[in-house]
């Protein structure tokens, strides 16, 4: 390895390098974004409790089994995968030629979105069972439990998760170049191919992952303790919410 060969590959790509680490950072973090929001609403209609009979329960029966086939085909096929049969396949059998940009950010939205919905049930799924009951027991239905008393649980709860993802995310954004993305592994390869120094241009690249990763990491384990509050608190009566007080609230 030429230290004079990475300062050089450095010094004269960095706006190629900078455009395909910002490409990288729009495509994860919208796709994060997007992913998390379809999980999490794959994951509130999965936990919604099955009626015992009648057309709702036959309903909610063919959704579960559209949204877990959904779940199961997107974590069991690899994403280079699906890129390439979404975007060539659309454009072969539907003529749907999509801008590579969105094509990248539709792909990593819909993966995300099943790695998340089951992120989503299973911290819906760890709430304790008796809040279900008390929020039942003054009223609430389904939508306002899970608005009111469980989400707000369940986002702080599977919060390390997501930003997994999200770091994922960054990573795994490489595999677009199949589909002509150009973000950073695409920029670098081309680079590389300019001046054959290979190991040098990765290398730029690999710190310049490792830079976005620990960064964001960084961001989101302060995020974290940001909502875990103070250490150490008073609950004043003010903090204090009783039933019956929740019950008035709703009510009005």
Not at 24 to 36: A, E, P, R, V
Not at 103 to 115: E, H, L
Not at 172 to 182: G, K, Y
């Amino acid at each position: 390895m030429s230290l004079d060969w990475i300062i050089r590959i450095l010094t004269e790509n960095w706006p190629m390098f900078l455009r395909g680490a910002g490409f990288t950072l729009l495509i994860s973090i919208i796709g994060t974004i997007i992913g998390s929001l379809i999980g999490l609403i794959i994951g509130v209609i999965r936990t919604i409790p099955m009626p015992e009979r009648g057309i709702k329960r036959i309903l909610l029966k063919v959704v579960n089994a559209l949204l877990a086939s959904y779940i199961e085909f997107f974590r069991g096929t690899p994403m280079i995968v699906q890129a390439m049969v979404i975007y060539y396949g659309s454009a072969l059998a539907f003529d749907i030629h999509m801008n590579h940009i969105f094509a990248g950010i539709f792909i990593v939205s819909i993966n995300t979105g099943a790695y998340m919905a089951e992120i989503v049930r299973g911290g819906i799924i760890s709430i304790d069972k008796g809040q279900f009951e008390a929020a039942h027991a003054i009223g609430m239905n389904h939508i306002q439990t899970m608005f009111n008393v469980v989400l707000p649980q369940v986002i702080r709860n599977i919060l390390p998760a997501t930003g997994n993802e999200f770091v994922i995310n960054i990573k795994d954004t490489s595999v677009l170049n199949v589909i002509s993305v150009t973000e950073l592994y695409f920029q670098t390869k081309s680079i590389a191919g300019n001046n054959f120094r290979y190991f040098e241009a990765f290398f730029v690249a690999c710190i310049l992952y490792f830079i976005m990763t620990f960064t964001v990491t960084r961001i989101l384990r302060y995020i974290e303790r940001r909502m875990d509050g103070p250490e150490s608190y008073t609950m004043n009566q003010m903090q204090v919410q009783t039933a019956e007080s929740m019950l008035r609230r709703t009510k009005t």
